[in-house]
């Protein structure tokens, strides 16, 4: 007599991160989602907390110190993936999305609210991602522009960089200082780094060599912009794992040229096969 094989579950299985919540509600949380059977989508408690480790994020905001933590991952992270469990509405917040006392007949319906936003928006990008130039990157199943993190202290410099980013199709996220853009590649995904040498806290040289001993970012490329041009100091960005050294002052064409050269194999690396061009 034949063994019957157990049923393979194919649906759509989608992570769940926790912040703070109580650990009789982790316990309840647990027990829901392994007796979910029928249920459309399938969830689990994510191992990590870590950027795009989870596609749902659970923020007990009754915790000490949850109003800020949310602050934060609402900007790394889509505000729609985030839900808020509290245990009324508080007048000097928005009202919470879960409450404590409906926590077990709710949490379902509140996942798969959020997952159905995703989806949806996904289903929008797809269908638009024909009418958009540039390349196209896969996070996670869900289409987007590749994204550039741009390191210099100055404001002019970011805000022309900014904009000259936007015009190939690529978006841009600044910051001022070295030391804020490992915090931000700490927590969010760029496909490069676009950096200056002088900064206030450390040069691009040593924000380079700790990107590239950082193993979860040395595959990412990074591209130095400065007004420096001496032998040596093309010597120090090489020796540094810089991925190429653009002189002050560059035209759009050459930043584009070397933006995209890099873009294109991020993407050809993610997606284990050609890049996705819109």
Request: aromatic residues 6%.
């Amino acid at each position: 007599m034949n063994e019957q094989q157990p049923t393979r579950d194919e649906r759509p299985e989608f992570k769940i991160a926790v912040f703070g919540l109580a650990t009789r509600f982790r316990k309840l949380l647990d027990i829901v989602l392994r007796h979910a059977h029928h249920n459309r989508y399938r969830y689990s408690i994510a191992t990590s907390r870590g950027p795009g480790q989870f596609d749902v994020a659970l923020v007990d905001m009754t915790a000490t110190g949850a109003p800020n933590l949310f602050e934060k991952l609402t900007k790394v992270v889509d505000r729609d993936t985030v839900v808020r469990v509290g245990r009324r509405c508080d007048p000097s917040r928005q009202q919470d999305d879960l409450l404590v006392q409906s926590f077990v007949a709710q949490v379902l319906f509140t996942l798969n609210r959020v997952v159905d936003r995703q989806l949806s928006r996904k289903r929008e990008l797809e269908a638009s991602a024909g009418s958009r130039p540039g390349l196209v990157v896969s996070d996670f199943g869900v289409l987007r522009r590749p994204r550039v993190l741009v390191v210099d202290d100055s404001p002019t410099v970011r805000r022309q960089l900014g904009t000259a980013l936007h015009q190939m199709g690529i978006d841009c996220e600044a910051v001022a200082s070295a030391g804020e853009a490992l915090e931000q590649l700490g927590m969010r995904r760029y496909e490069l780094v676009l950096a200056d040498v002088v900064m206030p806290d450390m040069d691009g040289y040593r924000m380079t060599r700790l990107i590239k001993k950082n193993r979860s970012l040395r595959g990412m490329p990074v591209v130095i912009l400065t007004s420096r041009s001496s032998p040596f100091d093309l010597a120090r960005g090489a020796l540094a794992g810089c991925n190429s050294y653009l002189v002050k002052p560059v035209t759009l064409q050459s930043l584009r040229e070397t933006l995209n050269r890099h873009l294109r194999r991020a993407v050809r690396r993610e997606g284990g096969g050609e890049p996705l061009l819109a």
